[in-house]
């Protein structure tokens, strides 16, 4: 007899189970108000094996809103009055290799990021970071879940976690509450979303690059896949942003996806995901991003964007970061290529994740949806560097 229950418990370690149940998700550091405001446009439905999840992320809320009143009645003001010097944007698809990139270029010292805790409590985080950092370092893993990338609270992260916290608006939202998908997926690119929900977020985006360029008092550099897609709203508020984007054979970046978003989903989730619709929301996902990206990529202004493939930039790592800083007119590499050289000594046992090979039925679709993106960058269609 095929008891899928039993089988489960036995194949998933007990750590990531009782995160799956019971962890704060993507959600960590929401203030309770906007918590309650999210749950309500969500029904306040939450599937049964989540509620222990619902549950620590209702506390922590109550947490953080003290430290998040606190720290607006203090650096306020003085965020709304930063001037933001020009932001590098790293664009993307997810598993495209924008982690990589963005801690290559993070090397810099010149330049800052924001780091893990910073985006899991972007509200709060410059007054709750002396108490509660040492304890959720002792609990946070040395390497991400999904992948063996290392991991800490220091480390570059993705600003997209806090803005969703900060707007209840991303696309990402669409793991953490799939039956309400089709509102979410419109964050993607903001192009057909709710004039309230883009403006949310474009203010989001505006007072946390403000307050993390404060903090560190350096120009950023941000990552974001989903920023890929968001070209025209960055130009609106950053026009002198600055964009690198990285490219991928498409079925590599179709393996990492599906099997990135298998593992991310069920910790974020509230509700259940239908896994059986796990491909069809990676190719769409995928095609999404991309038209969005083709159709804005001409509004970049000259000077200001700079494109690598990550089998060059694997390859030959320094040339091509040589090639970004030349391009887009940053102050010069020589000053960054020690730590970089030394970044490279120190990741070069790093192991990626074996996935499974594609259908050809899989295959097909692929070439069929993403055929844009093969034409444009010029990938063979029955060749990847995963085989």
């Known amino acids: 007899m095929n008891n899928s229950k039993e089988i489960t418990k036995k194949t998933i370690p007990l750590t990531t189970r009782l995160t799956r149940g019971f962890g704060p998700g993507c959600l960590?550091?929401?203030?309770?108000g906007d918590w309650c405001k999210l749950m309500a446009a969500n029904s306040f439905h939450v599937d049964f094996p989540y509620w222990g999840k619902?549950?620590?992320?209702?506390?922590?809320?109550?947490?953080?809103?003290?430290f998040a009143w606190a720290e607006n009645l203090v650096y306020g003001s003085s965020i709304k009055k930063t001037k933001v010097e020009t932001?590098?944007?790293?664009?993307?698809?997810?598993?495209?290799?924008?982690t990589h990139l963005h801690n290559l270029m993070c090397q810099d010292e010149r330049y800052a990021a924001p780091d893990l805790f910073q985006t899991m409590y972007p509200s709060s985080y410059r007054l709750a970071r002396w108490w509660w950092e040492p304890i959720l370092s002792a609990v946070?893993?040395?390497?991400?879940?999904?992948?063996?990338?290392?991991?800490?609270?220091?480390?570059?992260?993705?600003?997209?976690?806090?803005?969703?916290?900060?707007?209840?608006?991303?696309?990402?939202?669409?793991w953490v509450f799939p039956d309400n998908a089709a509102r979410y997926d419109e964050h993607l690119s903001f192009e057909n979303a709710d004039e309230k929900d883009r403006e949310r977020f474009k203010q989001?985006?505006?007072?946390?690059?403000?307050?993390?360029?404060?903090?560190?008092?350096?120009?950023?550099?941000l990552k974001s896949p989903n920023h890929t897609a968001r070209i025209k709203l960055i130009l609106e508020l950053?026009?002198?942003?600055?964009?690198?984007?990285?490219?991928?054979?498409?079925?590599?970046?179709?393996?990492?996806?599906?099997?990135?978003?298998?593992?991310?989903?069920?910790?974020?989730?509230?509700?259940?995901?239908?896994?059986?619709?796990?491909?069809?929301m990676v190719i769409e996902t995928?095609?999404?991003?991309?038209?969005?990206?083709?159709?804005?990529?001409?509004?970049?202004?000259?000077?200001?964007?700079?494109?690598?493939?990550?089998e060059d930039l694997t390859a030959k790592p320094i040339q091509e970061l040589e090639q970004t800083y030349q391009t887009l007119q940053l102050p010069s590499f020589e000053e960054a290529?020690?730590?970089?050289?030394?970044?490279?000594?120190?990741?070069?046992?790093?192991?990626?994740?074996?996935?499974?090979?594609?259908?050809?039925?899989?295959?097909?679709?692929?070439?069929?949806?993403?055929?844009?993106?093969?034409?444009?960058?010029?990938?063979?269609?029955?060749?990847?560097?995963?085989?």
Not at 28 to 32: D, L, N, T, V
């Open 28 to 32: 960590a550091g929401i203030r309770f």
């Open 54 to 66: 619902a549950c620590h992320i209702t506390i922590s809320s109550l947490c953080t809103s003290p």
């Open 87 to 98: 932001p590098i944007f790293i664009l993307g698809s997810w598993r495209s290799g924008t």
């Open 140 to 174: 946070t893993p040395r390497k991400r879940f999904m992948d063996n990338v290392k991991m800490s609270l220091r480390e570059p992260a993705e600003d997209e976690m806090a803005l969703g916290i900060l707007a209840r608006a991303s696309n990402s939202l669409s």
């Open 204 to 221: 989001a985006l505006q007072f946390f690059v403000a307050k993390v360029q404060q903090t560190f008092n350096r120009p950023l550099i």
């Open 238 to 280: 950053f026009p002198d942003a600055k964009f690198l984007h990285i490219r991928r054979h498409p079925y590599d970046v179709f393996r990492s996806f599906q099997h990135m978003a298998s593992q991310v989903i069920p910790v974020w989730g509230l509700q259940e995901f239908n896994m059986n619709q796990l491909e069809e």
């Open 286 to 310: 995928y095609r999404n991003l991309y038209q969005a990206y083709f159709d804005q990529k001409s509004l970049i202004p000259a000077g200001q964007f700079h494109e690598v493939a990550y």
């Open 337 to 387: 290529r020690p730590k970089v050289e030394a970044y490279l000594e120190n990741t070069g046992d790093y192991r990626k994740n074996k996935h499974v090979e594609i259908p050809a039925s899989t295959r097909k679709r692929i070439r069929e949806e993403w055929q844009f993106c093969f034409d444009a960058w010029g990938y063979e269609q029955d060749l990847s560097e995963l085989g």
